[in-house]
């Protein structure tokens, strides 16, 4: 039997490249998939390519509170129970920290922590009411380390990792599991560009395992954690950063070589 077969699952961010692998990965194990994504467009774009009978995607705006409350009233009511909620939309802009304006601080919260928050916060409710379930957060490795110019983007996942934590404390004795993952550079459309160009090669420098990760290795460490198999697994966050926050190579004749190419 699959991991997740009869099981629904929420995902927020379902059409990026982390998000999408996450939705792929719950079909492929049997679930049931709602997921949201920013725009009608993305979404009718990933009904499209997977085109899963056990799939529905739909709109959401992560900066409207009272959309995100409806929206999780609206899938209790079409799904009857959930029992996986995923949180990964996220949203990152380049910007210096002098340079940061009250309207880019302020739609990074919101997207990045608020609602996760308000999300959360819904689901436990029903969760709790319904016999339990399991919440899994995309934080990111920026919530342990100052990452430049992504003040706003590491104060949220920062926040939203202290989020994890203080929601498995409170809730784990509810029948609520609480964890996230913190993934380290992955290649996905949000930062391709950077890929390419080989802006982001310095991550492998830093990294031990010399390559950047896929959006799948993302999310099979997500659905490790919604799983039954991590049952005692409650308030973590798993950084899937390839060793990257281990340490460094402070002699760089050491450095082990890199592999050829942009990535």
């Known amino acids: 039997m699959r991991r997740f077969e009869g099981r629904n699952v929420i995902v927020t961010g379902a059409t990026g490249g982390i998000g999408r692998a996450i939705v792929a990965a719950f079909l492929a194990e049997g679930a049931s998939v709602l997921g949201f994504g920013s725009r009608e467009e993305s979404a009718a774009a990933l009904r499209e390519a997977l085109g899963h009978e056990r799939l529905a995607v739909a709109a959401l705006d992560l900066r409207d509170r009272d959309a995100i409350a409806a929206a999780a009233r609206e899938a209790v009511a079409a799904m009857g129970r959930v029992h996986v909620l995923v949180n990964c939309a996220g949203v990152a802009f380049e910007v210096p920290v002098l340079d940061i304006r009250g309207a880019q601080w302020d739609e990074v919260i919101a997207v990045n922590l608020t609602a996760p928050f308000v999300l959360s916060q819904e689901m436990a409710r029903h969760m709790v009411a319904s016999g339990g379930g399991c919440i899994v957060n995309v934080s990111s490795v920026d919530a342990f380390i100052a990452e430049s110019p992504y003040a706003d983007y590491n104060a949220s ?107």
Do not use: C
């Not at 080989?198 to 997500?222: H, L, W």
């Open 157 to 263: 996942k920062a926040g939203l990792s202290m989020l994890t934590r203080s929601m498995a404390f409170e809730l784990g004795h509810l029948g609520v599991r609480v964890t996230a993952v913190a993934p380290g550079a992955t290649v996905t459309p949000m930062l391709e560009g950077g890929f390419e160009d080989g802006v982001y090669r310095r991550y492998m420098d830093i990294t031990p395992a010399k390559r950047y990760a896929t959006p799948e290795e993302q999310a099979n460490v997500v659905l490790f954690l919604a799983s039954d198999e991590a049952s005692y697994v409650n308030g973590v966050t798993v950084r899937v950063d390839g060793g990257m926050l281990q340490g460094f190579w402070a002699d760089p004749r050491l450095d082990p070589p890199l592999p050829a190419g942009p990535i």
